[in-house]
């Protein structure tokens, strides 16, 4: 029975791994290169569609990042620089960025204070 069990547990890992995309903070280098030209930039404003406050992600919760970005994807979220930004990604992507963006210190070059 506690043999069962173990095999039964063993199982549902493996499953619960299949589906889990992991992020993996050192794939994300080259990925988020397109990003740093909006997000790195202290106080920068994108000028398209209209003077924008980008936001400072260095430091967001990774979860966070992923709902944005998949929010774009699905088009519940319209910005159009990001929705076509976001179309480019895939799941995998996603997360390596979330991963990336999300061990950076908020306050840090990337995300300062105001
Ligand atoms: C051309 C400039 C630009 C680029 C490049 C860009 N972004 Fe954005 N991003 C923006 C703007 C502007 C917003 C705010 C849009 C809005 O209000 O929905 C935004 C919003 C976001 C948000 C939601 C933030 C929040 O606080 O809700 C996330 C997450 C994000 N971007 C991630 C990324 C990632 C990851 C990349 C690279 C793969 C990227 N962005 C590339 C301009 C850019």
Redesign the pocket.
């Given at each position: 029975m506690k043999k069962l069990l173990g095999m039964v547990l063993v199982a549902a890992a493996t499953a619960a791994q299949a589906q889990e995309v992991k992020g993996n903070v050192e794939a994300a280098r080259d990925?988020?290169a397109?990003?740093?030209?909006?997000?790195g930039i202290p106080g920068y404003?994108?000028s398209?569609p209209e003077v924008?406050?980008?936001?400072?992600?260095g430091g967001?919760n990774a979860r966070?990042?992923?709902n944005?970005?998949k929010d774009?994807q699905k088009g519940v979220?319209?910005?159009p620089?990001?929705r076509g930004?976001?179309a480019?990604?895939t799941d995998q992507?996603?997360a390596d960025?979330?991963a990336y963006?999300a061990q950076q210190k908020p306050g840090s070059a990337n995300n300062p204070q105001k």
């Open positions: 990925k988020v397109m990003c740093i030209g909006c997000h404003r994108a398209f924008y406050d980008v936001p400072l992600i967001q966070y990042i992923e944005a970005l774009y979220r319209k910005h620089t990001m930004i976001a480019t990604l992507d996603i960025v979330a963006y």
